[in-house]
């Protein structure tokens, strides 16, 4: 039906930059809010940035200042920048998007498969 497809994870040094990327296919009419989460081993899933159509944002204030979401309805797509990790940023971080599905108009709430983030001290 709906896919969403993350990308970008990686190993990288503390102090160092990640970009993500996330890509939704399928019977997509719209999509409204896009985002990212993360879990670290053994904590809850947390929210780290929402963007909505109008490019409106949301950060957790751990991400504050050093990361920004972006998105490409076009392509209908997502970004996450991540500049000045921290070994604490260690996480698979998870996409969620809010999709209108076609041809029904059912809103759906799909979640991507997580990509690894490891970020060494």
């Known amino acids: 039906q709906v896919q969403l497809v993350e990308s970008g994870g990686d190993l990288v040094q503390a102090g160092g930059s990640l970009r993500l990327s996330c890509a939704a296919s399928?019977?997509?009419?719209?999509?409204?809010?896009m985002g990212w989460y993360r879990q670290a081993p053994g904590k809850q899933r947390e929210l780290v940035a929402v963007i909505n159509t109008d490019g409106s944002t949301n950060y957790a204030d751990s991400g504050k200042d050093r990361f920004t979401v972006s998105r490409n309805n076009a392509k209908n797509t997502v970004y996450l920048q991540m500049n000045t990790l921290k070994p604490e940023d260690t996480a698979v971080y998870y996409c969620?998007?809010?999709?209108?599905?076609?041809?029904?108009?059912?809103?759906?709430?799909?979640w991507g498969q997580g990509t690894l983030v490891t970020v060494s001290s």
């Open positions: 969620k998007a809010s999709v209108v599905v076609a041809p029904t108009g059912r809103n759906l709430e799909v």
């Open positions: 399928g019977s997509i009419f719209s999509i409204n809010g």
